[in-house]
């Protein structure tokens, strides 16, 4: 089994690609690479799209290399291989991002990235370290993990989803703020789960292993 982390030039992948790596090894799932081919791509059994910076630079950038948007959307849309976002990753399965300018997304979730709004002025913006993880609807990738588990965050934008059925989990930062998004076989994460720890790790080796 071949995962495949997307290198688009949107962030730094090493601690990524260190974690994936070593949770495939502990778990028997195969291999990991990080790649920008478009044909590696289109042959993997499982993608995970990273993503850091605004939105619109990042669906530029991931539009911009040749065939990779393409050889993306075959694999998921089509063939269903399980895909899991990350970060601005997850947010560009939106259908909208709303960061500087409006940007359309992949449409995979309904609904939009929009900034975030503590109702607590003593919260700051981006929303960035420790919160608890508040799970809203069961899922494999959620196997050894309970509400109350830490994830780390770094963002100041969140997505706001059109079907609460497809938010799996939240974290509160004055008001609501979207974890874990997911339907069918794609999942997203707003946290970087290679830097949460236990919990990261245990959700990385949970998706690795998920059959959808």
Known sequence: MLTTIIDYDSGNLHSAHKAFERMASETGNGTVCVTSDADVVAKADRIV???????P?????????????????????????PFLGICVGMQLMATLGREYRDTPGL????????????DDPALKVPHMGWNDLVLDAPHPVFDGISTG????????????????AQRLAHVDYGGDVTAVIGTGTMLGMQFHPEKSQRAGLQMIANFLSWKP
């Open 107 to 118: 449409d995979w979730i309904a609904g939009a990235v929009v900034p975030i709004t503590p």
């Open 57 to 81: 630079a990042c669906w530029e950038a991931l539009s911009g290399h040749s065939g990779l948007l393409a050889a993306l959307r075959e694999a998921v849309e089509v063939k269903a291989r």
């Open 149 to 164: 588990d830490h994830a780390y965050f770094v963002h100041s934008y969140h997505f706001e989803v059109a079907d609460p």
């Open 49 to 55: 799209l990273p993503g850091d910076g605004a939105f």
